[in-house]
């Protein structure tokens, strides 16, 4: 008789407010800074693992279709991880994902992938890791995986040298507040250079690097109250200036590279025009040329409606903070 262990987890994607941007090392995902991000309702992935004794090897569907070699090799990687500490390195499993994005928004995310599949995993096996131990397993598959695991604002820690177990993500804040983020959907083609490549590339060639680590440091410790004090213009102002920090690195990597499209720019304009009306909305943006704006929930239609002009209804998306990953029914 062959035996079963499943389950099924949603975990939710998560927008760094204060950017990871570099690791110091590679097998392990340990970053070189900490950073701290929202989690939010609007993009998720529900994953379902059935580990069974009669399969030979790993399968991987995701939102329906069988995946590659490749694809496959990586999900398989990350099981190990929880088949080692199962003590049952043989025990293959299927695994279905399904990432559920509005359909033209293209926003897949390893965040939610890996911290769906952790959950999924740490509950099929039974092996009750608590959140903060989970968080170090999702983040082997995608370091910013280990944030998704946790819901409203999270920190995650860099941790100390090379310990793995040093380094995860906490709960900071419930996000309870009159807090949105506007996503500004640019394009939907997959990127050309990715996180871990262009942060890589980066790290190794910026001469802004070196001061990368004392900058985050100095933005956390300043937006960590003003997150607590619910002070929207303060937690906007020191987050668009993280994130442009992070892109001026880009720019001036060697050879340069800018993941912002004209139409970034255009997006960027609008938010601006809304401050200079006296509406707060801040920008940040991530490994691609889409725009997120951070404004207050009471106030996102409006934000929305600016952008119409120049973008269409499906390119503009409403995000409000978003749960802790958490398992799904049977
Ligand atoms: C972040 N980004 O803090 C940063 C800021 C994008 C820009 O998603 O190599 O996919 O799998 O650990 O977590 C970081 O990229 O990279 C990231 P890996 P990940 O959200």
């Not at 604002?153 to 009159?178: I, L, P, Q, T």
């Not at 880009?250 to 993941?259: G, M, N």
């Amino acid at each position: 008789m062959n035996e079963i262990h499943s389950a099924g987890y949603r975990a939710h994607t998560n927008i760094a407010l204060i950017k990871y941007w570099g690791k110091r090392n590679k097998e392990l995902f340990l970053p070189v800074t900490s950073s701290l991000s929202l989690t939010l309702d609007a993009f998720y992935t529900d994953t379902h693992v059935e580990f069974d004794t009669s399969l030979t090897g790993d399968v991987f569907y995701l939102g329906g279709e069988l995946q590659n070699e490749a694809n496959t090799a990586k999900v398989s990687r990350f099981l190990d991880l929880f088949r080692e500490t199962a003590g049952k390195p043989n025990l293959y499993a299927k695994v279905t994902s399904v990432n559920h994005v509005p359909t033209a928004a293209g926003l897949a995310s390893s965040a939610s992938a890996f911290a769906a599949l952790a959950g999924a995993c740490n509950l099929a096996l039974d092996l009750q890791l608590d959140a903060q131990t989970l968080s170090t397993y999702a983040r082997q598959g995608s370091g910013s995986a280990s944030r998704s695991l946790l819901g409203g604002f999270v920190e995650w820690h860099k941790g100390e040298g090379d310990e793995s177990a040093s380094s995860y993500a906490e709960a900071f804040d419930d996000a309870d507040w009159d807090l949105a983020m506007v996503f500004v959907i640019i394009n939907r083609n997959a990127k050309k250079i990715d996180s871990r490549l262009g942060m890589e590339h980066t790290n190794q060639t910026s001469p802004f690097y070196a001061l990368w680590p004392q900058e985050v440091e100095k933005d956390l410790a300043m937006i960590k109250p003003a997150i607590k004090a619910h002070d929207l213009d303060t937690v906007g102002q020191i987050a668009e200036h993280n994130a442009m920090k992070m892109h001026a690195m880009t720019i001036a990597a060697k050879p340069s590279f800018t993941y912002w499209e004209p139409a970034s720019i255009e997006a960027m304009t609008i938010v601006r025009e809304l401050r200079e009306q006296g509406i707060p909305a801040y920008i940040t943006m991530d490994a691609g040329p889409n725009v997120k704006v951070l404004c207050r929930a009471s106030q996102a239609e409006t934000i929305k409606a600016a952008f119409a002009p120049r973008f269409g209804a499906d390119q503009v998306v409403i995000a409000k903070p978003g749960p802790a990953a958490h398992p799904l029914e049977k």
